[in-house]
């Protein structure tokens, strides 16, 4: 694993970004600002200053919407993947939620976000990691800083740089609160991923991120989740089930990154068993509690994507 604490030039994500990297780059641009030209290209189209151009960048790859290429021959080259132009869509044709109008469609971007094990960034490092429910900014940051450590490649991290970056990634999940009731401010709605309340600020610069039963969260989308577990955990073995152990609490799983407790869990298995008519079982008799998940439908991830957002 190696880390990137770095990359976002301190922006959140903001609505909008991720439609506009992917429509851009489908339609032959490329997000760079080493090259004058592409750059001048991007702040054209896209709407936004020269220093953003990073900062987009950045997430849509983070979210894994799109991907840079490097070749000799013909410099960067960048493509839209297959979920991203499905939920997306281009300037031909439309998305299944291009503007991230239902619940379900910020959820599957926090999953995209954090469904990651070759670098490590705060956000990932917190919703993969760390166990921690009640914290101020600082005890994040030496957590941070002590954990990754023995997690990454780099022999040393730069204090400022991690600090920076969990800035960002607080400012991308925390909604900002108004000082007036009456007054608007739009920086209250900057990011989509404040929406789903997995970490709050109290008036003592605290937060709480407490493990929970997550009702906001389309039972669509936490299969969808399962499912690309799954993928990972049945990809080098013959096993065909996975205890609940590792459904709750492994990194990379959807207990770990929708931050569910063990009765969130077990509502969500509950409700998938019904959904998917037995395809998916969990037993949790005498002890034993495994999920066996029928081979045919471990790749209905896509299945899963249309399923719900065909009913919104």
Known sequence: MKAKFSGHETFPLRYGWLQKATYFVASGGILQTSDEEKTRKAVVELGIGKNMVNSIRYWAEAVGAIASHQNNENGLRQTVSEEASLLFGDKNTAG???????????????????????????????????????????????????????????????????????????????????????????????SPLSELGLIQEDSNGHFSSPFGDRDSLPKEIFIYGLLKFAQIEFQDSNASSIDFESLLSKPLSPGRIFRLSERGLAKKLDETQEFSDGKVKWIDSLGLRQIQIDNDYRAKTVDMLKNYFGKH
């Not at 926090?110 to 094990?117: G, K, Q, R, V």
């Not at 919703?127 to 990754?148: P, R, T």
């Not at 969990?166 to 000082?179: E, H």
Request: hydrophobic share 40%; net charge negative; glycine share 2%.
């Open 96 to 190: 299944l939620d291009e503007f991230l109008e239902s619940p379900g469609a910020i959820w599957l971007i926090h999953f995209w976000l954090n469904f990651d094990d070759r670098t490590l960034t705060s956000y990932r490092y917190f919703f993969n990691y760390s166990n921690v429910q009640l914290f101020d900014k600082q005890h994040l940051i030496n957590m941070c800083l002590s954990d990754a450590k023995d997690m990454i490649e780099e022999d040393s991290l730069n204090d400022q740089t991690v600090k920076k970056d969990i800035d960002c990634f607080l400012n991308t999940y925390v909604g900002k609160k108004s000082k007036s009731a009456k007054a608007f401010n739009e920086d209250l709605f900057t």
